[in-house]
Nanobody, 114 residues
Framework: QVQLVESGGGLVQAGGSLTLSCAASGSIFRINDMGWYRQAPGKQRELVATITRGGNSKYGDPVKGRFTISRDNAKNTLYLQMNGLKPEDTAVYYC????????WGQGTQVTVSS
């Protein structure tokens, strides 16, 4: 089993920045790719960014150029640096990791005020 715990969400004004963290524990040796998804009220969960164990990253179109995903394999932690936040970035952000199955964290709320 793998446990993922997000932190760092909160309320920020438009144009501001936040950094989310996701601490992994348990059978972490099983995890290969990791990523962030988000879900806004009334909308489907959407991909924010993914990163391989080797550090190759991909981003969803809405966040390209503003968000940066990174991971510290030694600390078993995934990060999401969010700059230039917009009200439409308001959502619950979920950390995920792929191994023999896909694991999910409980989510952290990010609210961007206009």
């Amino acid at each position: 089993q793998v446990q993922l715990v997000e932190s760092g969400g909160g309320l920020v004004q438009a144009g501001g920045s936040l950094t989310l963290s996701c601490a992994a524990s348990g059978s972490i040796f099983r995890i290969n790719d990791m990523g962030w998804y988000r879900q806004a009220p009334g909308k489907q969960r959407e991909l924010v960014a993914t990163i391989t164990r080797g550090g190759n990253s991909k981003y969803g179109d809405p966040v390209k150029g503003r968000f940066t995903i990174s991971r510290d394999n030694a600390k078993n932690t995934l990060y999401l640096q969010m700059n230039g936040l917009k009200p439409e970035d308001t959502a619950v952000y979920y950390c995920t990791g792929w191994a023999n199955t896909q694991y999910w964290g409980q989510g952290t709320q990010v609210t961007v005020s206009s």
